[in-house]
């Protein structure tokens, strides 16, 4: 199983960015955390981060037929970014939506998540955890 995990902005600095709400792991950390649970599971997890909205969005149309499922923490395009819901809607791949932080206790702005309502599910608050968690999930419902 192929699964695609897609970063996006401002998740390249993760270990510098507000520590004090991120922690203190790299995006290089966390890669290597989710490619080795990926494997674990008989996944082979893609990693790919980018800033742009329309950058993600050909990374979506991209996975097309390459990919058999889909990891996404859009970051904070999740709750505004109507263009990457309906990527997400028209690539017809699997799709989990994953945030570090427990989007629902912080600003009100990010208790709405316009994507996560075009994913399958969404996980939220565990960290780096989320991540494998949602790898876990793609690995139970593709046997
Ligand atoms: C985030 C939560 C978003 O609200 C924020 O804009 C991010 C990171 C998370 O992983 O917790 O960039 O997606």
New binding site residues.
């Given amino acids: 199983m192929r699964v695609l995990v897609l970063h996006?902005?401002?998740?390249n600095l993760l270990g510098v960015r507000e520590p004090e709400i991120?922690g203190t792991q790299t995006l290089a950390d966390l890669n290597r955390e989710i490619v080795d649970a990926a494997a674990g599971f008989g996944i082979a997890a893609t990693c790919e981060q980018y800033n742009g909205e329309g950058q993600i969005i050909e990374a979506l149309h991209a996975a097309r037929g390459v990919y058999d499922a889909i990891i996404i923490?859009?970051?904070?395009y999740?709750?505004y970014s109507y263009a990457i819901a309906d990527a997400l809607r028209s690539i017809g791949v699997t799709v989990i939506e994953?945030?570090?932080?427990n989007?629902a206790a912080?600003d009100e702005f990010?208790r709405v998540s316009v994507t996560a309502a075009a994913c399958r599910g969404s996980i939220?608050g565990l960290g780096s955890d989320g991540y494998v968690l949602a790898l876990r999930s793609l690995a139970e419902t593709a046997q």
């Fill in positions: 996006g902005p401002n998740l991120y923490n859009p970051g904070a999740a709750h994953v945030h570090l932080t989007v912080r990010r939220s």
